[in-house]
């Protein structure tokens, strides 16, 4: 049964930079695209970034683009998410989530604020 465990949220301020980590087992990781959601109170669940099997395909949303990056690591089972120049809108719940499953994270809190 696949499991996702995210790590790394918190608190901090704007124009800050947090990293993201998300563990996963279970699961084949090398064999699924990965992705990075976002769900802000009040707020529909967003997709903020995906990456293919290999790492070499990415996508972002127009909000993070130019500011996060989403890697993956197949040998340590890891799927990671570095924010940059942090928003207070990019406050949220951040899952991690293995493209076209029903598997997600339990998430973690960002929190952008001064």
């Known amino acids: 049964q696949a499991q996702l465990v995210e790590s790394g949220g918190g608190l901090v301020q704007p124009g800050g930079s947090l990293s993201l980590s998300c563990a996963a087992t279970g699961f084949v990781f090398s064999a699924w695209d990965m992705s990075w959601y976002r769900q802000a109170p009040g707020k529909e669940r967003e997709l903020v970034a995906s990456?293919?099997?290999?790492?070499?395909?990415?996508n972002y949303s127009d909000s993070v683009k130019g500011r996060f990056i989403i890697s993956r690591d197949n040998r340590a089972n890891t799927l990671s998410l570095q924010m940059n120049n942090l928003k207070p809108e990019d406050t949220a719940v951040y899952y991690c989530h293995i493209v076209r499953s029903n598997s997600w994270g339990q998430g973690t809190q960002v929190t952008v604020s001064s």
């Open positions: 990456i293919g099997m290999v790492g070499r395909r990415k």
